[in-house]
């Protein structure tokens, strides 16, 4: 089922544990970032303000007992909007987000999908679909997904990726 962006925020919000995010690609275009994304490559700084309202809904659900965990799959060198996205990071951990990178540049692939998703609570998966610019596509509510293939690909992505506090970008 498609979700729509009231639909996707409904979703999101009424997780009661646990949302995971596999990410997988070098580049998301997302048009709410743009300018913030252009200032960080001229200055190659990123301020977020403490009103940010990713970062307040973080700190609302981390508060709240509920937590977020992300692995990003990522190869060197990392693109322009990694590095970007990386500055964002250190906010998001701040905020309680549990951020992982892992790193395949030297590696291969050890039987992920190449596929963004969103798992919440072990029990609903939304497939994230994008174009090859990292523009999105939609956003899906998979009606019978293969939960355990889904918990597995999670906990294989969190065992080998890098805490982000720990990741080194040297």
Do not use: C
Not at 45 to 55: C, G, Q, V
Not at 64 to 87: C, K, M, N, Q
Not at 128 to 143: T, V
Request: proline share 5%; aromatic share 12%.
């Amino acid at each position: 089922m498609h979700l729509g962006r009231d639909h996707w925020a409904t979703l999101f919000d009424s997780f009661e544990r646990e949302a995971f995010r596999l990410e997988t690609l070098p580049v998301y275009s997302v048009e709410g970032e743009k300018e913030e994304f252009e200032e960080f490559l001229a200055t190659g700084k990123l301020d977020l303000p403490e009103d940010d309202p990713w970062l307040l809904k973080v700190q609302a659900f981390h508060n709240s007992g509920r937590r977020i965990r992300r692995v990003h799959i990522v190869t060197r060198p990392l693109s322009d909007y990694l590095r970007y996205e990386f500055a964002a990071y250190r906010y998001n951990v701040a905020a309680g987000e549990d951020v992982r990178i892992l790193d395949l540049t030297d590696r291969d692939n050890p039987g992920l999908p190449d596929q963004d998703f969103w798992m919440f609570d072990e029990s609903r998966i939304v497939s994230m679909n994008y174009r090859a610019d990292g523009s999105q596509i939609s956003r899906d509510l998979l009606e019978d997904p293969d939960l355990r293939q889904y918990r597995q690909w999670r906990d294989l992505a969190l065992s080998l990726a890098t805490p982000f506090s720990e990741y080194s970008t040297d």
